[in-house]
């Protein structure tokens, strides 16, 4: 009986959105932990930390904002590379936005709020072959947005103590967590083909600009491809 209970309970589109959502941003646990720890160990208080990661909400972009942190930069600089590493999230939202016409806005603008690199991944694999929910996207997001900032909580707590993230790992987590996202979507010869040709821009901003011009260039990429190949 208990068995039945959960499997109904699961066919609901929002509790379904979270289940689906969940091995995803738990493999990311401990990319928020290593955010927090770096975090603190650089100075900013418990408050700080967590409070900055609830507004943001954008892994690669609050590692970015401490990378500027960190180089005594502050200010505008700090947002204006938040607002380019995160421009691609408007191009998720209009990746999304066909399969989802019609439905409750409330629900689409609170689940915007962690609209990430994961939740997208999860929610266009779903859309692609159901159909689009409102309901199954909140879920997702409200999976998302919880657990990233409660691993953020509990680096934030025990990054007080002084420890080598790499030497343990860590510094891994955050990149296995988008190679996995990446497996996911590489279903056709386009996709590998698209995957190398952005690999390849990426590489070479990054050599002559930095992260944030990686980001830029192998998102732009990636859409003019789509856009000529019509995907």
Known sequence: MEATTLAEKRERPFIQGMWDTFPIVASGFFDGI?????ARQMGLSWTETVALSMMVNGASSQFAALGLIKQGIFGWP????????NARHIIYGLSLGPYLKGQSKGKLWVGSVSLSDETYGVN???FSRHGGDAN???GSATMDYSLWQFS?????????FTFDT??????FA???TFIGLLMLQLTTRTKWGCLVLVGIVSTVAQYQWGPIAAVFFGTFTA?????????
């Open 78 to 85: 700090v947002i204006l590379s938040t607002l380019l590493i």
């Open 136 to 138: 199954y996207f909140l």
């Open 152 to 160: 953020v909580m509990t680096g934030a707590t025990i990054g007080h």
């Open 174 to 176: 955050f990149l296995a």
């Open 34 to 38: 290593v955010y927090a720890v770096i």
């Open 124 to 126: 266009i694999h779903r």
């Open 223 to 231: 859409i003019v491809y789509g856009g000529w190949l019509d995907e």
């Open 166 to 171: 790499q030497a343990i790992g860590l510094d």
